[in-house]
């Protein structure tokens, strides 16, 4: 059955990688560019460079395309696969590529489970190179790593896991690592991206059961270390997979029980109905067992989940307070200028609703006395041209004024008196501009 399942994943992922490759490459079905492009290197590197840089940058797009990291030879010469034609300087692009560090392999990649004494072994020799073949050696039938989607495939677990927690860091298991990663491999590696950079820590318990787990760090900052209450954070988290899996195991049972009884009933044999719905009895029995204990874990969970975030906000608390005293700050400095602050968004919240209550009046007033303002049209039409330009004058610097107002209003650089002042100040120009248009427009009557 595995068999099966991996030859339709395989056949698909031809499907998708050649439809990919013609969009990505125009001319990828041209013959005489075929040829060209699948001859074995030759001569001296500048003479092949441009065609190792195209099939160098090709299997990234390639990887990044079918969302995977981790390669082997043998599935990208698949992948550039023409009816039986096999572009003959794949293997020498690969170890170019792991010769210039563009891949790595995954006999290279630190057994985060085995301790720091592997971790450290590894470190060493990948910094000397020692593991690096030359290029004129075949490349073996192993796994590559691309660090470059590597890193890309470490921020998304990091993303997933954020969704999922609200705070600094959580604590997982392997198991559920792997799942989020996408296979045991993908998760050795990303672990060990992770735990290089001091975002990531692994957890074993070494009880009745082997346990182990992964401490990430879902903030900026890296993981000081671990402590027993991660531990007992992952043996509960453990436990509570542990449970959700019987449950569904209590359930097929359940159900496999009451297919039986029915069945049983409908052949009239009453014995092995009752003893299918004793079945079904029990098992019921079991999964509240199983339920109570599993709520009771998850509630343990979620307080130890507050403590967290409570101590994350006294420590932010902490920092804030910190910050203050080193600024030279004081709370009543702090108090003043956010009561200041207040004041302004009150006095522009005043303007705005005198202005929007004249202009609703002027609507209003238009509805009312149509007819006067087609009797002020035709006055206006024989009134010379020069006492237009007046009244034009007077509403323009009514409007200048009111720009000036809101300037600076909007810089919020004044105190709360000036404002005030000011405020008078330009409602009594309002009022004369007002009183001179009513004159104006009692002499054009």
Same mark, same amino acid.
């Given at each position: 059955m595995g068999k099966i399942q991996d030859d339709?994943? !395989?056949?698909?992922?031809? =499907?998708? =990688?050649?439809?990919y490759?013609?969009?990505?490459?125009?001319d990828w079905d041209d013959e005489v560019k075929c040829t060209a492009r699948f001859k074995a290197f030759s001569g001296q590197r500048t003479d092949w460079e441009p065609l190792y840089v195209f099939w160098r940058d090709l299997i990234l797009n390639v990887a990044r395309h079918l969302h995977i990291f #981790? #390669?082997?030879?043998?599935?990208?010469?698949?992948?550039?696969?023409?009816? !039986?034609?096999?572009?003959?300087?794949?293997?020498?692009?690969?170890?170019?590529?792991?010769?210039?560090?563009?891949?790595?392999?995954?006999?290279?990649?630190?057994?985060?489970?085995?301790g720091w004494v592997p971790q450290i072994?590894?470190?060493?020799?990948?910094?000397?190179?020692?593991?690096?073949?030359?290029?004129?050696?075949?490349?073996?039938?192993?796994?590559?790593?691309?660090?470059?989607?590597?890193? /890309? $495939?470490?921020? %998304?677990?990091?993303?997933?896991?954020?969704?999922?927690?609200?705070?600094?860091?959580?604590?997982?298991?392997?198991?559920?690592?792997?799942? #989020?990663?996408?296979?045991?491999? &993908?998760?050795?590696?990303?672990?060990?991206?992770?735990?290089e950079h001091g975002k990531a820590k692994h957890l074993v318990i070494n009880k009745k059961d082997l346990i182990e787990g992964v401490k990430v760090s879902l903030s900026a900052r890296a993981l000081s270390g671990t402590t027993s209450l991660d531990l007992d954070v992952l043996h509960l988290i453990w436990t509570v997979e542990k449970l959700e899996h019987q449950l569904n195991?209590?359930? %097929?049972?359940? $159900?496999?029980?009451?297919?039986? @009884?029915?069945?049983?009933?409908?052949?009239?044999? *009453? %014995?092995?109905?009752?003893?299918? @719905?004793?079945?079904?009895?029990?098992?019921?029995?079991?999964?509240?067992?199983?339920?109570?204990?599993?709520?009771?874990? &998850?509630? +343990?969970l979620a307080v130890i989940a507050d403590a967290e975030a409570s101590k994350e906000v006294a420590e932010a608390i902490r920092i804030g307070t910190q910050a203050i005293k080193e600024n030279g700050i004081n709370y009543d400095e702090v108090e003043l200028c956010l009561q200041e602050l207040n004041e302004c968004i009150e006095s522009q919240k005043q303007i705005e609703e005198i202005l929007g209550s004249n202009a @609703?009046?002027? /609507? #209003? /007033?238009?509805?009312?006395?149509?007819? /006067?303002? $087609?009797?002020?049209?035709?006055?206006? @039409?024989?009134?010379?041209?020069q006492t237009s330009t007046g009244v034009d004058a007077v509403v323009a610097g009514t409007q200048e004024t009111a720009d000036a107002l809101s300037e600076s209003l909007?810089?919020?650089?004044?105190?709360?008196?000036?404002? *005030?002042?000011?405020? +008078?100040?330009?409602?009594?120009?309002?009022?004369?501009?007002m009183s001179k248009d009513g004159n104006r427009e009692a002499v054009l009557s």
């Open positions: 339709v994943t !395989g056949e698909k992922e031809e =499907v998708s =990688v050649m439809e490759l013609r969009k990505q490459v125009p #981790i #390669i082997r030879p043998s599935q990208v010469h698949v992948w550039f696969d023409r009816g !039986g034609l096999v572009p003959l300087c794949l293997g020498q692009v690969l170890l170019e590529m792991y010769a210039a560090g563009e891949l790595l392999r995954t006999v290279g990649v630190a057994d985060t489970a085995g072994f590894w470190r060493v020799v990948n910094l000397g190179g020692l593991l690096r073949p030359s290029t004129q050696e075949n490349p073996a039938e192993d796994y590559y790593i691309i660090p470059v989607l590597l890193k /890309e $495939k470490a921020l %998304q677990v990091v993303q997933v896991l954020s969704e999922s927690h609200w705070t600094a860091f959580c604590v997982i298991t392997w198991r559920k690592f792997q799942e #989020i990663s996408g296979g045991l491999k &993908e998760a050795h590696a990303v672990l060990n991206h992770l735990c195991v209590i359930d %097929q049972r359940w $159900k496999r029980s009451r297919a039986s @009884a029915l069945a049983s009933l409908e052949l009239g044999n *009453k %014995q092995v109905a009752l003893k299918c @719905a004793r079945e079904m009895k029990l098992a019921s029995l079991s999964r509240e067992k199983c339920t109570a204990l599993l709520n009771r874990v &998850e509630e +343990v @609703a009046g002027a /609507e #209003i /007033e238009d509805e009312d006395i149509e007819e /006067e303002l $087609k009797e002020l049209e035709m006055n206006f @039409a024989e009134v010379p041209t909007s810089k919020l650089h004044l105190t709360h008196h000036a404002r *005030k002042d000011l405020e +008078v100040e330009d409602a009594e120009e309002s009022m004369g501009a």
